[in-house]
């Protein structure tokens, strides 16, 4: 970009644009893990449950989704400087109406609304990333800054947010996120001048009505995944109505965009192979990812693990992570075959699942799960870009933002369908094991009786005879229940490393036995 084009002041020294466009990207990616910094904590300040957390989340994935619908036509209407100054503005008075109010309703309905101001804010940040980076393949290179980002962000966020959650309280817990935008705006007023990027183009035409269609669907799926076995799924009128609505405003969204003459989203791109076989690895990863949340639990409802505690234990992850991310960079660059990389990926995450497994013990300590974690961050970390990339190689350049879409799209379906899949697991073998370790307790054994005199010895100091069995036999039942929930785990992390070994063959093996079953069927070849 020349002289007299170029969006940056003359004065910007050119080593410092790119850190700088770097760390303008980071705070939009703080209100996508803004409420799950601390579960427990904003579940109860807001008086909610951690189901309605959840949804909070996939309100704001589903307006994500939404946004890069229309993000493009809006980022090239204005001016950068302008747009930066004002979807920040937009996202800082948003923050500032969150802290003010506790009423549940009201935060899902800012949530939407910061949702499409959050990928509005942080995707304009990728092409500036790109201009930046003086590389043949800038565009793998930013991305693998933007998803670096995405997957240690949640941890980042947390640990920036940590001490005003223990300190002060909720308003202050937002108040840190509105700060560091108004250091974007800064860099922004700083450095950037009034030129444009692109040609400008009009506003008219915008499907504003399919992108509610959408945003309804959306967050009526979502809606049916959370709250399903909280009410008995179908048994449920407001799951019967929502898995309606949501195949109604699916089927509004889909044919209007067969009807209408400028389609927000081109469906031609699910007849590219690398889409369709993409989003599939991607959902499963997603699926084997999603796993690692019932680690945290049990370290937080039976280990009884400070959560701040907790919140340093995952930087373990995180290193891994970026270890990862760099190595599968390399692997890309020089342009090797995604079967190699998909597979060792998938090999990482099936390896660290059968790690987990013998690490769910009462007595277990960081020493013992330090390495599984490491390892699912650098499997983590190796696929999460080169599945993005290998979904947008090979598309027309006209339908790179709808395959882009597609992966966002997944990573929306894929957080919930994985929420709700291992909330449903978890909760069927924790009944199932929790009514066999009670059927099966020897009541006669030294060392059962020697416990449950320790938890009545505890008691009988302070309370009466009757209240102090009672209190025995509540920490009695709370102590079989976690065992059950450990032996949960274990066969969860078992199932899921059979998962990943299959995942792992059939990438690896896929093309010979395709070979193989053509060639016996046309043995003359």
Same mark, same amino acid.
């Given at each position: 970009m020349s002289s007299n084009t170029s969006l940056y002041y003359k004065w910007v020294p050119e080593w410092i644009k790119l850190p700088l466009m770097i760390l303008a990207m980071f705070p939009h990616l703080m209100l996508m893990s803004l409420f799950h910094s601390n579960t427990t904590f904003t579940a109860s300040a807001l008086g909610i449950e951690i189901e309605d957390i959840q949804y909070f989340l996939s309100l704001t994935y589903g307006a994500i989704v939404v946004a890069l619908l229309i993000f493009q036509r809006l980022f090239a209407f204005f001016r950068v400087r302008t747009y930066i100054l004002l979807t920040c503005t937009v996202s800082i008075l948003i923050l500032l109406a969150i802290s003010l109010t506790r009423d549940p309703f009201v935060i899902a309905?800012?949530?939407?609304?910061?949702?499409?101001?959050?990928?509005?804010?942080?995707? $304009?940040?990728?092409?500036?990333?790109?201009? =930046?980076?003086?590389?043949?393949?800038s565009r793998t290179i930013a991305y693998f800054f933007l998803y670096t980002f995405m997957l240690t962000g949640g941890t980042i966020t947390t640990s920036l947010l940590k001490e005003s959650i223990m &300190?002060?309280?909720?308003? &202050?817990?937002?108040?840190?996120?509105?700060?560091?935008?108004?250091?974007?705006?800064?860099?922004?007023?700083?450095?950037?001048?009034?030129?444009?990027?692109?040609?400008?183009?009009?506003?008219? =035409?915008? &499907?504003?009505?399919? $992108?509610?269609?959408?945003?309804?669907?959306l967050s009526c799926g979502a809606y049916v995944l959370i709250y399903g076995r909280k009410y008995y799924w179908f048994e449920h009128s407001a799951i019967t109505i929502n898995s309606a609505l949501f195949l109604i405003f699916g089927a509004l969204f889909v044919i209007k965009q067969y009807l209408v003459?400028?389609?927000?989203?081109?469906?031609?791109?699910?007849?590219?192979?690398?889409?369709?076989?993409?989003?599939?690895?991607f959902f499963l990863f997603y699926i084997i990812r999603s796993s690692l949340n019932n680690v945290y639990t049990v370290m937080a409802n039976v280990w009884k693990w400070p959560w701040h505690y907790i919140v340093d234990i995952q930087y373990i992850n995180v290193l891994g992570t970026v270890l990862g991310v760099a190595s599968s960079g390399i692997l890309l660059l020089r342009d090797v075959s995604p079967k190699y990389i998909f597979g060792l990926g998938f090999l990482l995450l099936t390896i660290s699942c059968f790690l987990f497994v013998p690490t769910f013990y009462p007595d277990s300590s960081i020493g013992v799960i330090d390495l599984p974690l490491f390892i699912q961050g650098i499997g983590q970390g190796w696929l999460f870009t080169?599945?993005?990339?290998?979904?947008?190689?090979?598309?027309?350049?006209?339908?790179?933002?709808?395959?882009?879409?597609?992966?966002?799209?997944?990573?929306?379906?894929s957080t919930n369908v994985g929420f709700a899949l291992f909330q449903n697991i978890s909760y069927s073998l924790n009944q199932k094991h929790f009514i066999q370790l009670q059927q099966n307790l020897n009541t006669s054994n030294p060392i059962v009786i020697s416990y449950w005199n320790s938890?009545?010895?505890?008691?009988?100091?302070?309370?009466? &005879? =009757?209240?102090?069995?009672?209190?025995?036999?509540?920490?009695?039942q709370a102590t079989i229940s976690q065992q059950a929930s450990l032996i949960s785990n274990m066969e969860i992390f078992a199932y899921l490393g059979i998962l990943g070994t299959a995942i792992t063959l059939i990438i690896f093996l896929f093309a010979p036995a395709k070979a193989f079953f053509m060639r016996l069927r046309m043995p003359y070849l």
């Amino acid at each position: 970009m020349s002289s007299n084009t170029s969006l940056y002041y003359k004065w910007v020294p050119e080593w410092i644009k790119l850190p700088l466009m770097i760390l303008a990207m980071f705070p939009h990616l703080m209100l996508m893990s803004l409420f799950h910094s601390n579960t427990t904590f904003t579940a109860s300040a807001l008086g909610i449950e951690i189901e309605d957390i959840q949804y909070f989340l996939s309100l704001t994935y589903g307006a994500i989704v939404v946004a890069l619908l229309i993000f493009q036509r809006l980022f090239a209407f204005f001016r950068v400087r302008t747009y930066i100054l004002l979807t920040c503005t937009v996202s800082i008075l948003i923050l500032l109406a969150i802290s003010l109010t506790r009423d549940p309703f009201v935060i899902a309905i800012l949530r939407v609304i910061e949702g499409v101001f959050c990928v509005l804010e942080g995707a $304009c940040f990728l092409p500036l990333l790109m201009m =930046q980076i003086r590389h043949s393949k800038s565009r793998t290179i930013a991305y693998f800054f933007l998803y670096t980002f995405m997957l240690t962000g949640g941890t980042i966020t947390t640990s920036l947010l940590k001490e005003s959650i223990m &300190d002060y309280g909720w308003e &202050d817990m937002i108040h840190v996120v509105l700060y560091w935008h108004l250091m974007v705006i800064a860099i922004a007023l700083t450095i950037l001048n009034n030129n444009r990027l692109s040609k400008k183009f009009p506003l008219y =035409q915008l &499907d504003l009505a399919s $992108c509610l269609f959408l945003l309804l669907s959306l967050s009526c799926g979502a809606y049916v995944l959370i709250y399903g076995r909280k009410y008995y799924w179908f048994e449920h009128s407001a799951i019967t109505i929502n898995s309606a609505l949501f195949l109604i405003f699916g089927a509004l969204f889909v044919i209007k965009q067969y009807l209408v003459k400028r389609p927000l989203f081109h469906f031609e791109i699910l007849n590219y192979k690398n889409v369709i076989l993409g989003v599939i690895l991607f959902f499963l990863f997603y699926i084997i990812r999603s796993s690692l949340n019932n680690v945290y639990t049990v370290m937080a409802n039976v280990w009884k693990w400070p959560w701040h505690y907790i919140v340093d234990i995952q930087y373990i992850n995180v290193l891994g992570t970026v270890l990862g991310v760099a190595s599968s960079g390399i692997l890309l660059l020089r342009d090797v075959s995604p079967k190699y990389i998909f597979g060792l990926g998938f090999l990482l995450l099936t390896i660290s699942c059968f790690l987990f497994v013998p690490t769910f013990y009462p007595d277990s300590s960081i020493g013992v799960i330090d390495l599984p974690l490491f390892i699912q961050g650098i499997g983590q970390g190796w696929l999460f870009t080169p599945l993005v990339i290998y979904i947008l190689t090979g598309v027309a350049p006209h339908h790179s933002g709808n395959a882009g879409l597609m992966g966002t799209t997944v990573r929306f379906w894929s957080t919930n369908v994985g929420f709700a899949l291992f909330q449903n697991i978890s909760y069927s073998l924790n009944q199932k094991h929790f009514i066999q370790l009670q059927q099966n307790l020897n009541t006669s054994n030294p060392i059962v009786i020697s416990y449950w005199n320790s938890l009545l010895g505890k008691h009988l100091g302070t309370s009466s &005879d =009757q209240l102090a069995s009672n209190l025995a036999n509540k920490g009695f039942q709370a102590t079989i229940s976690q065992q059950a929930s450990l032996i949960s785990n274990m066969e969860i992390f078992a199932y899921l490393g059979i998962l990943g070994t299959a995942i792992t063959l059939i990438i690896f093996l896929f093309a010979p036995a395709k070979a193989f079953f053509m060639r016996l069927r046309m043995p003359y070849l």
